[in-house]
Nanobody, 117 residues
Framework: QVQLVESGGGLVQPGGSLRLSCAAS????????MAWYRQAPGKERELVTT???????QYADSVKGRFTISRDNARRTMYVQMNSLKPEDTGVYYC???????????WGQGTQVTVAS
């Protein structure tokens, strides 16, 4: 079975930091593009950041300079380090994995991030 499991979410004060992880199984992790999406209450799900199998990264303008995505292929795990968090970063964060050759795509269950005083 394919499984993506997010962890690391929680409640943090504005200006604080969190690191989210996504542990993958049942996929061709080393060649897959990985991504983080998020969905705030009452809003559509949005793409936050991506990382390719070769380590190329992209970031949404709203998180550029504050978030850093990385991957550890040996551990089959993808991460996002989130610094200088803002209340507008609040939402459910979802791990996404896509095989660039067959376009198969998978999602994790999500982890809640709340940025508030």
């Amino acid at each position: 079975q394919v499984q993506l499991v997010e962890s690391g979410g929680g409640l943090v004060q504005p200006g604080g930091s969190l690191r989210l992880s996504c542990a993958a199984s049942g996929i061709t992790f080393n060649i897959n593009t990985m991504a983080w999406y998020r969905q705030a209450p009452g809003k559509e799900r949005e793409l936050v950041t991506t990382i390719t199998s070769l380590g190329g990264t992209q970031y949404a303008d709203s998180v550029k300079g504050r978030f850093t995505i990385s991957r550890d292929n040996a551990r089959r795990t993808m991460y996002v380090q989130m610094n200088s968090l803002k209340p507008e970063d609040t939402g459910v964060y979802y791990c996404n994995s896509r095989n660039i050759y067959n376009n198969m795509e998978y999602w994790g269950q999500g982890t809640q991030v709340t940025v508030a005083s």
